[in-house]
């Protein structure tokens, strides 16, 4: 049973472009949360798709954005990239629910130049 | 606010030893979850374990134990008998059920490290 897979696993962007990001969820699983790591620090909250829906969002601007497909997997972008985006986006996902046990990807490491 | 604090930033010890990992979280609701992961060099988060607000019966896994107070609003980790496999970052979080809170808010993290 593959568990939540991430892809790509390092990425080098220039200030300005954009990026795609892409989690496949744990099997079983129907919701999936992205988070972004900076060097050092907790993960923080973006936000969480269901029903491809986004149900809630974090403290994050309008650059970023996502999807999830019918198939449960999901994208993150993020337009207009800054030096501050630099950082390891998680993925988790879940079942649905409260409280529910969260499986995290290996990440993608993001380089912003 | 920060509603997940891990005050130790980093651990080291001679393997064998033991080491107390300490997690403080704050909320007003009356449900919530308590998490801790495992981050390893990799950058995968390990899933180690979930306690709800209304179980505070410590629980052991092999070497790990985990002690739940919610007097004082902690969730302390345990790691007996500390190999070097176990370094790595650990992080304790938080997930209230208030309406429309899905997130898991996460602490600051405790970087252990095992010497042999």
């Known amino acids: 049973d593959a568990g939540v897979t991430q892809s790509p696993t390092h990425l080098i962007k220039t200030r300005g472009q954009q990026v795609t990001l892409r989690c496949s969820p744990k099997?079983?699983?129907?919701?999936v949360s992205w988070y972004q790591q900076a060097l050092g620090q907790g993960p923080q909250f973006i936000f969480q798709?269901?029903?491809?829906?986004?149900?809630q969002r974090g403290n994050f601007p309008d650059r970023f954005s996502g999807h999830q497909f019918p198939n449960y997997s999901s994208e993150l972008n993020v337009n207009a990239l800054l030096l501050g985006d630099s950082a390891l986006y998680l993925c988790?996902?879940?079942?649905?629910?409260?409280?529910?046990?969260?499986?995290f990807g290996q990440g993608t490491r993001l380089t912003v130049v | 606010a920060q509603k997940v604090t891990q005050a130790q930033t980093e651990i080291s010890v001679v393997e064998k030893e033991d080491v107390t990992l300490d997690c403080v979280y704050e909320?007003?609701?009356?449900?919530?979850?308590l998490f801790w992961y495992k981050q390893p060099p990799s950058g995968e988060l390990v899933f180690l374990i979930r306690?709800?607000?209304?179980?505070?019966q410590n629980e052991i896994s092999g070497r790990y134990s985990w002690n739940f107070q919610k007097s004082t609003s902690s969730f302390n980790f345990t790691i007996t008998a500390s190999q070097v496999v176990d370094s790595a970052v650990y992080f304790c979080?938080?997930?209230?059920?208030?309406?429309?809170?899905?997130?898991?808010?996460f602490g600051a993290g405790t970087t252990v490290t095992v010497r042999a």
């Open positions: 798709y269901y029903e491809e829906e986004e149900r």
């Open positions: 306690r709800n607000s209304f179980d505070e």
């Open positions: 909320t007003r609701d009356t449900t919530y979850y």
């Open positions: 979080a938080l997930s209230e059920s208030s309406s429309n809170d899905y997130k898991l808010s």
């Open positions: 988790a996902s879940s079942p649905e629910g409260f409280g529910t046990e969260a499986f």
């Open positions: 099997s079983g699983h129907d919701t």
